[in-house]
C-alpha cells in the first residue's frame, strides 16, 4: 500500500471517528456552503483561469454570430456594463463580495481601501474592460453594427460610466448610445428597465438587436434580441 493511500485512509478513519464520537451536523445536503468556502471558491473560480475562460466562450459564441451578418443593414449589438462590458473585480474582492452601496472608496498606494463602496468604485473610472467582450465590441464596431450599453447604473453616473468606458478601451460609440436608468427610477427587476429600451431600439429605431449580451437573466429578460449570451456571474444577483 502506498504511503498516500494510507494516510488518505488514515483520515478518513479519523473523521469517521470523530462523527460517531461527538459531532452532530445536518445531513451535508441540507446545510448551504459554508460562507468563507464560498469565498474562496469564488477567488479560485477567478484565479485560476476558469472565469475567463467561461467569459471567453459566451463571447466566443456572440462574435460568431456577429461576424455572420452582412455589414450595411441596421443592425445592432446591445451590451450590459458591470461584469459584461467592465469589471468590477478589485472591488468585489476589496469587499469579499459584500456591497456597500454608499461607503467611500479610495486608491492607497495601488491598493483599495476596505469597505470599498460600489458608487464610489464607479467613481475612480478604474474598472477595467473585461477583454471578450471588448473583442466583441470592436468586431460589432467594424463591421458597423451599432453598439448600445444598456445599464442599470443611474443617469447620476453618466459621465464617470462613459469616462471608465473609454479609459477602458470601448471608444467610438455614441453617447446617446449609452441607455441608464433615470435617477429617480427604481424598478423591481433590471428587465422592467431594459426589455423596453430594446423594444425602443427596435420598434421606434428600427434595429435589428443580433446579439444582447449580460451578466445577469433580467438583463436578457423580455426579448427583442434574436440572440441571447449570459456570461458567468457567480459574485452577485440582480434581480
Ligand atoms: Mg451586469
Redesign the pocket.
Known sequence: MSSRLSLALALIALLCGIARADVVAPPPADEPVNLAVSVALLKNYHDSGRYLADLQYVDGKAEKIVARHASGKKLAVVL?????ALSNWDEMLADDFAYFPAAPCRLVSGKLTSPCGAHAWDALEKAPAIRPTLALFRLAEARGMRVFFITGRHESERAVTARNLIAAGYVGWNPRDLLMEPDDMHVPSAADFKAPERKWIVEKLGYTIVANV???WS?LAGGYAEHDFKLPNPFYHIP
Not at 450590459?80 to 459584461?84: A, K, L, N, P, Y
Open positions: 450590459d456594463i458591470d461584469e459584461t449580460g451578466d445577469q438583463d
